[in-house]
């Protein structure tokens, strides 16, 4: 039984188009060529994996720090086995998962805590900018190659790279 060219699907010998994905298929209404093997399904189609593929290293790190979102890269780093020898991509996606944490304690615990006093509240929001400014600088020196290892979420990071193994 033949496979459908685009998607995968079973279809017949007379089949002109897939009636799953609507695809034309190569050998419509011709008839059943004889073969000694017959047709495989193609692998399944799995965008992550060719995303994957397609990253260098040095691209995996920067976008673990991109700000508010970086931490969706970071945990699929983490997840994957092509950057499981990575020790320099693991260290940037933890710092980078950290940085998020540190966010998020400062916009969900600490800036609501500071609403009824108008000094923290600036304290609060300065806060906000320092952490959005280490992303920015991280994104900055692991663009350039460099491995900067940010005070207490650096090493955290470290051990937590190093707790892997």
Not at 123 to 145: D, P, R, S
Request: positive net charge.
């Amino acid at each position: 039984m033949p496979f459908c060219t685009q998607c995968g699907t079973e279809v017949q010998p007379a089949d002109i188009f897939c009636g799953s994905c609507g695809a034309r298929q190569a050998q419509a209404g011709s008839a059943p060529r004889s073969s000694a093997r017959p047709a495989t399904p193609p692998p399944p189609h799995n965008p992550a994996n060719d995303f994957l593929k397609n990253l260098t290293a040095r691209n995996a790190a920067l976008m673990c720090y991109i700000p508010v979102a970086g931490w969706i890269v970071s945990i699929i780093v983490l997840a994957s086995d092509r950057y499981r020898e990575e020790r320099d991509v693991r260290f940037h996606a933890f710092q980078g998962l950290y940085l998020f944490v540190l966010w998020l304690f400062v916009d969900w615990v600490f800036a609501p805590f500071t609403y009824s006093i108008e000094a923290p509240r600036v304290l609060a929001k300065a806060l906000k900018a320092v952490v959005f400014g280490a992303w920015i600088f991280m994104m900055v020196k692991t663009n350039q190659g460099e491995n900067f290892r940010l005070p207490i979420l650096g090493e955290l990071a470290d051990r937590s790279v190093s707790e892997q193994k």
